[in-house]
């Protein structure tokens, strides 16, 4: 089956920098997305990987290692209003995505 | 600014009843999407359209039926409401230049059937 996995909830300090990982399994391969979501919202883009490698977007990051079936997204200079759920996606074979149950990240001040 | 719009933010219905989800989206989008979002779970697809008229099941379709009319609609509907189909609803559109664009989300619906 397909299957895609995030660690369920964070704590990290206003300032520091958090690394959210994401591991998948699926029908083929044809990008990783993450998305952001705050409580109660819409979940919005954050960043797209289809080529192994750090792609980097301001305090956001996003790393892809596609033998390993491995991702992470890192924040950087954590602030309050990066308290949210992180949700990981993965686009198979059959440009479908499958996605993560989602890292709940609690910053504390 | 892409914007997709969901008709209600809250609904509460009772069992049995026929219940109707509107999604429109302003960006002229060819491909639309139908999740719902439960605790624990990842989003899941209930059903998909990559044009007017047409239609996909995603992985959770039973229950549900979709109807898309007008490029920029795409409604879900319940054709007897149940209390396993409390939930998040969430519609998504994206550009169907690929598939591998990003999705545009709504604000979801509740649904809480009693």
């Known amino acids: 089956g397909q299957n895609i996995d995030q660690p369920t909830e964070m704590t990290a300090t206003e300032g520091a920098i958090v690394q959210i990982n994401c591991t998948y399994q699926t029908s083929g391969f044809n990008g990783l997305f993450w998305y952001q979501q705050h409580a109660g919202e819409a979940p919005t883009f954050l960043s797209y990987?289809?080529l192994d490698g750090l792609e980097e977007k301001g305090r956001f990051s996003s790393f892809l290692s596609r033998s390993k079936g491995y991702s992470y997204l890192l924040l950087k200079e954590l602030q309050m209003k990066d308290s949210a759920s992180y949700l990981c996606?993965?686009?198979?074979?059959?440009?479908?995505?499958?996605w993560g149950a989602g890292t709940k990240l609690i910053i504390k001040p | 600014d892409v914007k997709v719009t969901q008709s209600s933010r809250y609904l509460v219905k009772r069992t049995g009843e026929k219940v109707f989800l509107e999604c429109v989206q302003d960006m002229d989008h060819e491909n639309m999407f139908w999740y719902r979002q439960d605790p624990g779970l990842g989003l899941r697809l209930i059903y998909f359209?990559?044009?007017?008229?047409?239609?996909e099941k995603g992985d959770i379709p039973e229950g549900y039926s979709v109807s898309r009319e007008k490029k920029e609609r795409f409604s879900l509907i319940l054709e007897s409401a149940s209390t396993n189909q409390t939930s998040m609803y969430l519609c998504?559109?994206?550009?169907?230049?690929?598939?591998?664009?990003?999705?545009?989300f709504g604000p979801g619906t509740r649904l809480t059937v009693l």
């Open positions: 998504a559109s994206s550009s169907g230049q690929s598939w591998a664009n990003e999705q545009f």
């Open positions: 359209s990559y044009d007017v008229k047409m239609k």
């Open positions: 990987n289809v």
């Open positions: 996606a993965v686009m198979d074979s059959n440009y479908q995505l499958i």
